[in-house]
C-alpha cells in the first residue's frame, strides 16, 4: 500500500553537492518520522540521517554531520537529502525509510525500526 520512491542520485565530482528526493505514495507521512539509509558495496546498511514529523527535530550520522542536510515538505509527502562536500566514501545506495507509526517523540537509527523502504538510489562521488 506504502511506495517511497528516490530520485536524485547520479555521479558526482567529489566535493560536489546533490540533492536526493524520496516520494510518498499510497498514503502521507505527515505524522510519522522518517529516515535515510545507504549501504555501500560488501558494507552493512548504513544510518545516516532521520527526521521528525514536523522536520524540527533531526539526527545525523557523525560521518554526515556539517556536510549533510536531512529536510522534508509535507505537502508534497516528500523528504529530502541535501549531501555537500561530496567524499568518495559516501558513495553509496540511497535508501529512504519512513515510520509506520505516528511520529514518537524520539528518532531511530536502525534500519528494523523502519517498516517502509524505497528501492534506493546510487550515489558515486569519483575524485
Known amino acids: 500500500q506504502v511506495q517511497l520512491v528516490e530520485s536524485g542520485g547520479g555521479l558526482v565530482q567529489a566535493g560536489g553537492s546533490l540533492r536526493l528526493s524520496c516520494a510518498a505514495s499510497?498514503?502521507?507521512?505527515?505524522?510519522?518520522?522518517m529516515a535515510w539509509f545507504r549501504q555501500a558495496p560488501g558494507k552493512a546498511r548504513e544510518f545516516v540521517a532521520a527526521i521528525s514529523s514536523s522536520g524540527g527535530y533531526t539526527i545525523y550520522a557523525d560521518s554526515v554531520k556539517g556536510r549533510f542536510t536531512i529536510s522534508r515538505d509535507n505537502a508534497k509527502n516528500t523528504v529530502y537529502l541535501q549531501m555537500n562536500s561530496l567524499k568518495p566514501e559516501d558513495t553509496a545506495v540511497y535508501y529512504c525509510a519512513a515510520r509506520g507509526v505516528i511520529y514518537s517523540g524520539r528518532l531511530y537509527d536502525a534500519s528494523w525500526q523502519y517498516d517502509y523502504w524505497g528501492q534506493g538510489t546510487q550515489v558515486t562521488a569519483s575524485s
Open positions: 499510497g498514503r502521507t507521512f505527515s505524522s510519522s518520522a
